[in-house]
């Protein structure tokens, strides 16, 4: 299995302010042949099913404002949020695609400071 | 406009078996590279992914819980149904369907669209 980790579990940012968030995977999950990078970022906010923001590693999904943006590749990847506003106050989390079993990292809290 | 509703007991005794299923609309699961998986998540942790049926009936689980689960679909009504046998307390979580387009590098990949989600609480 492909096991990732993100770091930090938690972090507060001020607003107007910029976060960023690591993941990191236990093996590879970039592909020669597709030339692509396995993995996906989701937001979810209490109470709600997670958003996928992003895909590919840095392909941003319809309608996901772009103060979001993934970049990375390999086993180290990172989601920043250039400016943070209130309503992305969540918990992020990334998820390899690469390989079954599908997995997900244990997620980031961003809160406001 | 996809959407997607998970329905089931929300309570289900240790021991017993959990039928949950996915009612879609807004796509076909016959549709090429087109998937539906179970993801679930225990209160106040992480998701973890349970299965994933494809359009050409391909279906994937997770190794933990493989012997546990068998995911189908009916696509002439639109549901996929996820059955979890010898259910315990920790298995209690609220359990997602979610949408999936792409494979084997194409489309996506993401989970682009989830149900609401519906808890269970495996307890005597």
């Known amino acids: 299995d492909i096991a990732m980790t993100q770091s930090p579990d938690s972090l507060a940012v001020s607003l107007g302010e910029g976060a960023t968030i690591n993941c990191k995977s236990s093996?590879?999950?970039?592909?020669?042949?597709?030339?692509?990078?396995?993995l996906a970022w989701y937001q979810q906010k209490p109470g709600q099913p997670p958003k996928l923001l992003i895909y590919?590693?840095?392909a941003r999904e319809s309608g996901v404002p772009d103060r979001f943006s993934g970049s990375g590749s390999g086993t180290d990847f990172t989601l920043t949020i250039s400016s943070l506003q209130a309503e992305d106050v969540a918990v992020y989390y990334c998820?390899?695609?690469?390989?079954?079993?599908?997995?997900f990292g244990p997620g980031t809290k961003v809160e406001i400071k | 406009q996809i959407t997607l509703k998970e329905s089931g007991p929300t309570l289900v005794k240790p021991t017993q078996t959990l039928t949950l299923t996915c009612t879609f609309s807004g796509f076909s699961l016959s549709t090429n590279e087109v998937g539906v998986a179970w993801i679930r998540q225990p209160p106040g942790k992480a998701l973890e992914w349970l299965a994933l049926?494809?359009?050409?009936?391909?279906?994937r689980y997770s190794p933990s819980l493989q012997n546990r689960l068998t995911i189908t679909k009916d696509t002439s009504k639109n549901q996929v149904v996820l059955t979890m046998t010898s259910l315990v307390p920790e298995d209690t979580a609220t359990y997602y369907c979610a949408h999936r387009q792409g494979y084997s590098g194409s489309g996506k990949q993401g989970f682009d669209f989830w149900g609401q989600g519906t808890m269970v609480t495996v307890s005597s």
């Open positions: 049926i494809y359009w050409n009936d391909g279906v």
């Open positions: 590919w590693a840095s």
């Open positions: 998820q390899q695609y690469f390989n079954s079993p599908l997995t």
């Open positions: 093996q590879t999950i970039f592909s020669g042949s597709t030339n692509k990078n396995y």
